[in-house]
């Protein structure tokens, strides 16, 4: 189905990707776990992990040392605080009283929420499976994950507390709370490991961004299911300028104000790109590298998709999964890194319109893009202009390793049912 999409979407390319992937031929995401050295509470976590997220929990357990199960913890314990901020059915009192004592059911065994509706309820469920774990990791691991839940908790409670997003500052504000923090955290952890530089962990400023180019990308995408959720997390400061109502933007005859107001916020994320940039230049980790690198290169390819793009509005916004494995598997240098990122620049240049308000802004930011992924070859850039005669033999060479492919996997499966 995915291979279909692909080479349907006029992108043969990658299949090859898809292929070498499911044939695990792929280092980045393979992982270096030892189920079965575990103890049983450490592997219920990467089980929670496993269940949560997707190609994250891959790279997270590809990570290399104690930086594994310390950021397996992180995430999970942040998936926990996160649950309780979006639970609706919580009392306002209780939540705000949640949130700011969160850091101290850390330290408490005991500590568990029974009354939670969320999709990930489980983790509050057994928190103390969590937390257990949690008060294993290194002393300066758990100093870090503990200080961002206490800050993050205070900042959560602090915007639960308001109706929208008001100012631009008041974004960066949110994002920081929700995204930059991790970032901060994170790039601790990576300087604690000592597989980074110190310089990773104190320059809080560009951890900070790669959370906030994160953030804003997920809020931008999600504009029409927190709509239907009854969450607004467009800033009013831009929105205010093309519309009335937030929601007004579901009216097709909105169409234009509605993609300018989308277009400037995408522009604003892109900001962040040049310090994104000089984050990733500082990483020496391979399995550091690769963990930061695979939600960035999402993140610009799904800016690059919504851009002026009306579906936004209206549906879903996709990275086809072709095009997120092939980022996953190349994403493993700071030279593929800028090749990735630059299609994707110019993905945005070619759908940009001098009627729009924001023109110049973003015309300046792309060109500052461009600069930055300069690459030596441009090895990566060349993929839009292949022939259907290109198309039809991949097609045909696809669908021939596929078959013979799932014949082997299919005797290959059997014959370790009957062995
Ligand atoms: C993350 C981030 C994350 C990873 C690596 C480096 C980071 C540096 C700064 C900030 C965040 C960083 O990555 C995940 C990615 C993820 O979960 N992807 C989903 C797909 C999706 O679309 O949701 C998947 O299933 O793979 C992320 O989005 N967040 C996150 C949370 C905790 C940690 Cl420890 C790291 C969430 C957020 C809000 C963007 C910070």
Redesign the pocket.
């Known amino acids: 189905m995915d291979l279909m999409r692909s080479a349907l979407a006029g992108h043969p390319e990658e299949i090859y990707s898809l292929l070498k992937f499911k044939l695990g031929g792929c280092e980045t995401v393979q992982t270096k776990c030892h189920y079965d050295q575990m103890c049983p509470s450490m592997r219920t976590c990467y089980q929670y992990l496993n269940q949560?997220?997707?190609?994250?929990?891959?790279?997270?357990q590809a990570l290399d040392g104690d930086l594994r199960d310390a950021?397996c913890i992180?995430?999970l314990v942040?998936?926990a605080l996160?649950t309780v901020e979006d639970d609706m059915t919580i009392p306002l009192d209780t939540k705000l009283d949640m949130l700011h004592n969160f850091y101290t059911y850390l330290q408490d065994p005991a500590w568990r929420f029974m009354d939670s509706n969320e999709k990930d309820k489980m983790v509050l469920e057994d928190f103390p499976t969590i937390s257990q774990e949690f008060r294993k990791l290194k002393p300066l691991y758990q100093e870090v994950i503990s200080d961002i839940c206490r800050r993050m908790g205070a900042g959560m409670a602090e915007f639960v507390q308001r109706s929208d997003v008001d100012t631009l500052a008041d974004w960066d504000k949110y994002c920081h709370y929700?995204?930059?923090l991790?970032?901060i955290?994170?790039?601790r952890l990576f300087s604690g490991s000592e597989f980074e530089d110190q310089l990773v962990g104190e320059d809080t400023d560009l951890?900070n961004s790669?959370?906030l180019f994160?953030?804003k990308t997920?809020i931008i995408r999600d504009y029409l299911e927190d709509q239907v959720d009854g969450r607004e997390f467009w800033p009013r400061q831009v929105w205010s300028k093309y519309a009335k109502k937030l929601s007004d933007f579901r009216q097709s005859e909105m169409s234009q104000n509605a993609l300018w107001c989308l277009n400037e916020l995408v522009t604003n994320a892109l900001l962040h790109v040049p310090d994104v940039m000089k984050y990733m230049s500082r990483l020496r980790n391979q399995s550091v590298f690769n963990?930061?690198a695979?939600?960035?290169v999402?993140a610009i390819a799904?800016l690059a998709r919504c851009y002026n793009n009306p579906k936004v509005f209206q549906g879903v916004v996709k990275i086809r999964k072709g095009e997120a494995v092939k980022m996953m598997i190349n994403a493993t240098n700071m030279e593929n890194f800028r090749g990735i990122m630059r299609p994707f620049c110019e993905e945005i240049f070619s759908k940009m319109s001098q009627q729009d308000p924001s023109y110049s802004v973003t015309m300046e930011i792309v060109e500052t893009i461009r600069q930055l992924t300069e690459t030596k070859h441009n090895a990566l850039t060349i993929q839009t202009t292949l022939s259907p005669l290109h198309v039809s033999c991949v097609l045909v060479v696809a669908a021939m390793t596929w078959q013979y492919w799932t014949q082997i996997h299919w005797i290959y499966e059997h014959y370790l049912d009957w062995h």
Do not use: E, H, K, W
Request: aromatic content about 12%; hydrophobic content about 45%; some cysteine.
């Open positions: 949560t997220s997707r190609s994250f929990a891959a790279v997270t950021v992180f995430y942040l998936r996160d929700v995204a930059g991790v970032g955290g994170l790039s951890a790669m959370g994160l953030q997920n963990f930061c695979i939600p960035q999402m799904t």
